[in-house]
């Protein structure tokens, strides 16, 4: 069965500092979102994307986030100058027509700052 | 704004019994539902969904969700549960025309053979 792979699955930074994760959707989709999960809260949807551009973003997807498609395989997430509340489990999905026909969820990589 | 509340954090089983996950949502407008599974150390999963039709939904693995709109409610149910079902649960929902998904806080769910 596909996978949407989700590299790395833990990584730990310094506050201030930026990273990215990186995500591999499954070859033919189209549509691709980020999630996160906060240690005992809710998964909170950040972005979705389609054609090269966001399409829908949420309150918490501010001028520090930013996404991006470099090549046709990957989708990325980048945090500039991370705070210790991005500490967080960060899940990637992808899907061939949207929402209504279903997602495929990562295993998601978990951010630590310190 | 929209939410969705999921009263059951933590759920024990013992293998054959029966389960009920509560799942109750707050918009005032046509929802699209799901229940999702995650695993030990695995993705999220979809176990099931509704859209519209029959408010009664067959999901994976034995599973089946009723919506009860007038409740505002979307329960999980399993009739008898395996050591193997032990797993966190997450209901969402998503307003009509977007694309985002709103979760639950999520059921975590214990099997002892």
């Known amino acids: 069965e596909p996978e949407v792979t989700q590299t790395p699955s833990h990584q730990v930074t310094q506050m201030g500092q930026e990273v990215i994760l990186r995500c591999v959707p499954i070859s033919n989709h189209l549509y691709f979102y980020w999630y996160r999960q906060i240690l005992g809260q809710k998964v909170e949807f950040l972005v979705s994307?389609?054609?090269?551009?966001?399409?829908?973003k949420s309150e918490i997807f501010d001028d520090q986030f930013s996404v991006e498609r470099p090549d046709g395989s990957n989708f990325t997430l980048k945090i500039r100058s991370t705070k210790l509340e991005d500490s967080a489990m960060y899940f990637c999905?992808?899907?061939?027509?949207?929402?209504?026909?279903?997602?495929?969820f990562g295993s998601g990589t978990r951010l630590t700052v310190v | 704004a929209q939410s969705v509340s999921q009263h059951n954090h933590h759920v024990i089983l013992s293998e054959a019994a029966s389960l009920e996950l509560g799942c109750n949502y707050s918009?005032?407008?046509?929802?699209?539902l799901f229940w999702y599974v995650q695993y030990p150390g695995q993705h999220l999963q979809l176990l099931l969904k509704y859209f519209s039709g029959d408010p009664l939904v067959k999901g994976i693995k034995g599973f089946e969700a009723e919506f009860i709109k007038s409740k505002f409610s979307f329960n999980l149910r399993k009739p008898s549960v395996q050591w193997s079902d032990t797993a966190e649960y997450f209901c969402a929902v998503t307003p009509v025309n977007t694309d985002k998904l709103i979760f639950g806080t999520g059921t975590r769910l214990q099997v002892f053979p």
């Open positions: 999905a992808s899907s061939d027509r949207g929402l209504v026909y279903g997602y495929t």
């Open positions: 994307f389609y054609n090269n551009e966001i399409s829908e």
């Open positions: 918009y005032g407008g046509t929802v699209n």
